[in-house]
């Protein structure tokens, strides 16, 4: 099989159906949990610097830098965290998550709340398909090269490519939420992805959009 169709195979499969994206394990089900302020600018198990401002997770025994689902069972919201840390050591605690991710996942409990975690298929992109997301110019969720059109909303930062992708994957399947864009940019000498919706008609359905993302877990989402 050709690689690029390949990895466009499997992009396409998460966008067909952003409920049944390819997954390694069955659902793990326990507490998730949540990071406190004191870890604010320590450093994570994986070497990374801690922010409650990033989609990530620690987790006892998945590798670093995989993409996770985390599903609270009582609302059904989710959303996609990257492992960058261990933990956590409390029985019955299956995965902590930073203040971006409680507050996505609309936590009602004091400290923990019920979830299932689905560890991710790994996205293999042909050095080709990374040089294109790597290069600054905006693609769509299918690798294809795109402008912005109308006005856009920004939906998340991350670190991560495949983390992008699966979360560009996901919006490309809601049909109000289908132009998505991802593209890199650099801060601070670090490389970032960006995931934006663009082709906004104007700033009435621009604060829509943005309404809808926060209830969809996208708290981030800002006009861009």
Same mark, same amino acid.
């Not at 019920?114 to 050095?127: G, H, M, N």
């Given at each position: 099989?050709? #690689?690029? !169709? ?13 409920? /049944?994206? @390819? %997954? ?10 949540? %990071? ?20 990530t997770a620690a987790h006892r025994t998945y ?8 599903? +609270?069972? *009582?609302?059904? =919201?989710?959303?996609? +965290? ?14 902590? @998550? ?8 609309? !936590? /009602? &409990? ?11 298929e790994e996205i293999q992109l042909t050095a080709?398909? *990374? ?24 939906v998340a930062v991350v670190l991560s490519l *495949? &983390? ?5 994957? $996901? @919006?490309?399947?809601?049909? *109000?939420? &289908?132009?998505?864009?991802? /593209?890199?940019?650099?801060?601070? #000498?670090?490389? =970032? ?8 008609? $104007? $700033?009435?359905?621009?604060? /829509? %959009? ?8 996208? +708290? ?5």
């Amino acid at each position: 099989m050709n #690689k690029i !169709f390949a990895v466009l195979l499997i992009i396409t499969s998460l966008s067909a159906n952003a409920q /049944k994206p @390819l %997954y390694l394990n069955k659902p793990q089900s326990g507490k998730a949990s949540f %990071y406190g302020k004191k870890f604010e600018g320590r450093k994570t198990a994986s070497g990374e610097i801690f922010s409650n401002a990033n989609l990530t997770a620690a987790h006892r025994t998945y590798p670093f830098n995989s993409i996770v689902r985390v599903t +609270v069972k *009582e609302n059904r =919201r989710y959303v996609y +965290v990257r492992i960058n840390d261990r933990g956590p050591f409390v029985r019955g605690r299956i995965i902590d @998550l930073t203040d971006a991710a409680t507050v996505g996942l609309d !936590f /009602k &409990h004091a400290g923990t709340e019920d979830v299932e975690v689905r560890l991710c298929e790994e996205i293999q992109l042909t050095a080709e398909m *990374e040089a294109n997301f790597n290069s600054g110019a905006w693609h769509d969720a299918l690798g294809n090269s795109t402008a912005l059109k109308g006005k856009s909303v920004s939906v998340a930062v991350v670190l991560s490519l *495949e &983390h992008a992708l699966y979360i560009a994957s $996901d @919006l490309y399947d809601d049909p *109000e939420l &289908h132009d998505v864009a991802v /593209k890199s940019i650099v801060i601070g #000498k670090i490389t =970032r992805y960006i995931i934006v919706i663009h082709n906004i008609a $104007d $700033d009435m359905q621009l604060k /829509k %959009y943005i309404a809808l993302l926060y209830s969809r877990g996208y +708290v981030n989402a800002k006009k861009y």
